[in-house]
């Protein structure tokens, strides 16, 4: 059991979660805004042995340098690696701090903005059709860009409503493969699709200057990471033609200063940020804190 366990901003945990954490932890203290600064952030978590945090704030070497006491750190966010994570991991292990995260837990709510945003697009619900008549998905020639969780989910639902299935990843899956999906190099996903999603993971581009002109216009672009996956500036230039881009939050298009592009369709709202995703991050958060203690009794147990 924890000393003191302290989360330093909102982490979105259920009541029965929230009441949960007492099994761990002797003290246990939410706050429930996001800290300001580094030094605010050392502040909260003074003396405490466990910290919990969102995707709002980030822990950093010199946060963990004045924080001495601290074992455990658990996001209660997305952590795809320890690069693109907002607690600086490498650092905190050397350490000896245990920094865990939880992964696959708002897909199913994305992948429901996908098919929404689109399905209104190609029918011209609040809005002109995309080609001037009315479409289904069907036939349609999908490519996603990264078939982890979210991008696999994504294929599968574009697959159940009928479109032709392209993918790029860092190698080919034998089960998309199974499922009738064709692995193609990026440049030629690019040029033969008509609706492109990205789905990858924090601070990845692969868009680039040649990725856009292989892209081409009369194109639909989904954006369903947590930051954009192109340069900016071709990819302006390729929003100045006949293309659409599709983002749920700011920090996927890449800044509000692009919100009032007449091509730009950002829902400003994390998707994934669901009822039922709440239900599933505050049992994995619950999950990874337990398997810490696991670990550690029996740790302890071979020590004495």
């Not at 400003?268 to 009822?275: A, F, K, L, N």
Request: with cysteine.
């Amino acid at each position: 059991m924890f000393r003191k366990l302290v989360a330093i901003e909102p982490i979105s945990l259920i009541h029965s979660a929230e009441k949960a954490l007492k099994k761990f932890a002797k003290e246990v203290i939410l706050f429930g805004d996001i800290p300001q600064n580094d030094n605010e952030i050392v502040s909260r978590i003074s003396d405490a042995d466990a910290v919990l945090l969102s995707y709002t704030s980030q822990i950093n070497k010199w946060v963990l340098d004045r924080c001495d006491q601290v074992k455990y750190i658990g996001m209660c966010c997305s952590l795809y690696s320890p690069e693109s994570a907002n607690v600086d991991i490498i650092y905190a292990n050397k350490k000896g701090i245990t920094v865990t995260g939880i992964r696959d837990y708002g897909d199913e709510g994305v992948v429901e903005y996908v098919i929404s945003e689109l399905v209104r697009c190609l029918h011209g619900f609040g809005q002109e059709a995309w080609d001037e008549i009315p479409r289904e998905i069907t036939g349609l020639k999908a490519g996603i860009i990264g078939l982890g969780k979210s991008g696999g989910m994504i294929a599968d639902a574009m697959k159940f409503f009928g479109a032709d299935i392209s993918y790029f990843a860092r190698s080919e899956k034998v089960n998309a493969r199974q499922k009738g999906y064709k692995f193609l190099p990026l440049d030629r996903l690019l040029r033969e699709s008509e609706v492109v999603f990205c789905c990858l993971n924090k601070n990845t581009i692969l868009l680039h200057e040649a990725e856009f002109q292989s892209l081409g216009e009369n194109k639909i672009l989904f954006n369903t990471g947590l930051s954009p996956a192109w340069d900016e500036a071709p990819f302006l230039d390729w929003l100045n033609g006949k293309n659409l881009c599709y983002c749920d939050t700011i920090g996927a298009l890449g800044g509000k200063h692009l919100l009032n592009h007449p091509h730009v369709r950002c829902m400003q709202v994390s998707t994934g940020r669901t009822q039922q995703a709440f239900d599933r991050l505050s049992e994995k958060v619950l999950a990874n804190l337990s398997e810490y203690n696991r670990r550690y009794n029996i740790q302890q147990g071979v020590n004495d």
